[in-house]
């Protein structure tokens, strides 16, 4: 059994254990919060055993084995980097850390100390993006990707009203790019590599973040267009252009149901049932990798990670976008 703690006692917090919870060898034994109030009644209600408000002593306890990272984005890297310290195994919510130099202290630090650091990105690790993959010669030689990821926040309702929360706050390194975008670029960089040139467009916000923006990127043969937003929504789905067809993707978040329009009229569905939570396979790759002693997701990988974050910073620099977090 795999002992995991977690930090952050939310909502996606909760969907994380009882995702994680059908893995057969995930336990829930610790939990995290800045106050002993919050990380009792948390653990509580979830059936772990031990709550910490110190990171550090977390860190050194011997009753965990992972983490699960779901503070604000800000808190990422030092909270992995102090467990990684104590051997401990980080899958960390997406974005994985503010900017790319906390990315790379935190991959040194995991090598370091031979521990696996894992971003917890849902969709390019479930059955369907695996499809995907295993389709694309089908279209031909790629000529565009196309991702589109367009949210309507409940928390914008506030914001009009005066009340800025977390999401729309830049001491915390969010915003539409950290929280939404991130979905269109990871699969384009799992799937293509990194691009040759990046150009970005946002509208900020007064609070100092981005309330939506678009990128498109150059690849040489062929180029990319992402569009994200959390001021606004989108009913198009994303989509693959090859020169014999396109792979339509219905929701880049989930990729829930992906198809192939062939250019001679045929469609062909490559959906593959995925009649798990949303967050198990996440969950799953996490687990099998430490069970297997392996300390990188071939997928998810520190290299991909990296590569991601270099481009949400190219694009926040494009943009006017700094977090408190890049002055550091």
């Known amino acids: 059994m795999l002992n995991f703690g977690v930090i952050g006692t939310n909502w996606i917090t909760e969907s994380f254990i009882s995702a994680a919870r059908e893995v057969e060898s995930f336990t829930l034994s610790a939990v995290y919060s800045r106050t002993e109030e919050k990380a009792k009644e948390f653990a509580e209600k979830n059936g772990a055993e031990h709550t910490f408000t110190d990171v550090e002593e977390m860190a050194a306890s011997s009753v965990i084995d992972a983490v699960y990272i779901a503070s604000p984005n800000s808190f990422h890297a030092e909270q992995a980097i102090t467990l990684m310290k104590h051997g401990k195994h980080v899958i960390c919510e997406k974005p994985i850390a503010s900017n790319a130099a906390e990315v790379e202290r935190m991959i040194a630090v995991a090598k370091e100390n031979k521990v696996l650091l894992m971003e917890a990105m849902r969709s390019t690790v479930t059955p369907n993006f695996k499809s995907i993959q295993e389709n694309l010669h089908k279209i031909g030689t790629i000529r565009r990707y196309f991702a589109n990821s367009c949210q309507y926040s409940s928390r914008y309702d506030k914001y009009k009203e005066g009340t800025v929360l977390n999401a729309f706050r830049p001491e915390f390194s969010n915003g539409s790019l950290m929280d939404i975008g991130i979905y269109c670029l990871y699969p384009m960089v799992v799937l293509f590599g990194e691009p040759n040139e990046v150009k970005a467009n946002a509208y900020l916000l007064e609070s100092g973040v981005d309330g939506e923006g678009s990128i498109t990127l150059n690849y040489g043969d062929k180029d990319a267009v992402v569009m994200y937003s959390k001021i606004s929504n989108s009913y198009v789905p994303?989509?693959?252009?090859?020169?014999?067809?396109?792979?339509?993707?219905?929701?880049?978040?989930?990729?829930?149901?992906?198809e192939i329009r062939y250019r001679d009229g045929r469609t062909e569905d490559i959906t593959v049932k995925q009649d798990k939570p949303k967050m198990y396979?996440?969950?799953?790759?996490?687990?099998?990798?430490?069970?297997?002693?392996?300390?990188?997701?071939?997928?998810?990988?520190?290299?991909?990670?990296?590569?991601?974050?270099?481009?949400?910073?190219?694009?926040?620099?494009?943009?006017?976008?700094?977090?408190?977090?890049?002055?550091?």
Do not use: C, W
């Open 238 to 258: 994303s989509e693959i252009q090859g020169e014999n067809g396109s792979i339509l993707i219905d929701h880049i978040q989930d990729m829930t149901k992906i």
């Open 281 to 328: 396979y996440e969950a799953k790759e996490f687990i099998e990798l430490i069970e297997r002693g392996e300390l990188e997701s071939k997928v998810n990988s520190h290299e991909n990670s990296l590569a991601v974050m270099k481009i949400m910073e190219e694009a926040r620099r494009q943009v006017g976008l700094v977090y408190p977090a890049d002055q550091k």
